[in-house]
């Protein structure tokens, strides 16, 4: 398998720009996840899925997030408008059952100028 | 609030030498801890894992001991190599989410 696969790698916007971010989870994984690095703040879940489905979406910032899984193999993780505090890595991850490991992408580095 | 937390930023070990990684938690519900390690530049990675019904594991050249009377968790690797060298998170999951410490830079000296 080849993992978690996320997109764009790198990301460089203007304050205001919609921003989106993929990601393709492992097949058969039944859990998303997408988190938020930052130095300040560490790992922070914004929102999971499970079965395409949105079960807490209460790590989101502020509706200028938000995210979707139209399919088992695919989500998506939009900003509009992006505002430089944004600027960070955005990981995506999966899981096979909610307490289990999680296998993490190689992140999305967003930068708002 | 619950938190996990680590108890050293950096740590430096010479190549040869075993290495601690040391993680307190607070949620006493946590039944669930896994180790990650992430290289600059990549994503977190899976190390270790243990259950609350275990206090050891052992991997390849890793070692998990988890003790709930204190709420403390490590990680130890054995005969430390350059490519050890990464941020190491402890995560807890109280069947919620994974809560993430913040992170222990290891740094392999030669």
């Known amino acids: 398998d080849a993992g978690v696969i996320q997109s764009p790698r790198h990301e460089v916007t203007e304050m205001g720009q919609e921003v989106t971010l993929r990601c393709k989870p492992i097949s058969g994984h039944d859990y998303l996840f997408w988190y938020r690095q930052t130095m300040m703040r560490g790992l922070e879940l914004l929102i999971y899925f499970n079965n395409n489905v949105p079960i807490d979406d209460s790590g989101m910032p502020e509706d200028r997030f938000s995210a979707k899984m139209p399919n088992a193999s695919f989500s998506t993780l939009k900003i509009q408008p992006s505002e430089p505090r944004d600027s960070a890595v955005y990981f995506c991850?999966?899981?096979?059952?909610?307490?289990?490991?999680?296998?993490f992408g190689p992140g999305t580095r967003l930068l708002v100028l | 609030g619950e938190s996990v937390g680590l108890h050293l930023p950096t740590l430096s070990v010479q190549e040869g030498d075993n290495s601690i990684i040391n993680c307190a938690y607070s949620n006493s519900a946590s039944d669930y801890f896994i180790w990650y390690k992430q290289e600059s530049g990549k994503g977190p990675q899976f190390i270790i894992d243990?259950?609350?019904?275990?206090d050891k594991r052992q991997g390849q050249r890793v070692t998990v001991l988890l003790n709930k009377t204190v709420k403390h968790l490590s990680l130890q690797i054995a005969a430390t190599q350059p490519g050890d060298s990464a941020v190491y998170f402890c995560?807890?999951?109280?069947?919620?989410?994974?809560?993430f410490g913040k992170g222990t830079s290891l740094l392999v000296t030669p």
């Open positions: 991850a999966s899981s096979f059952g909610f307490q289990e490991t999680q296998y």
């Open positions: 995560a807890e999951n109280s069947g919620y989410a994974l809560n």
């Open positions: 243990i259950r609350s019904n275990m």
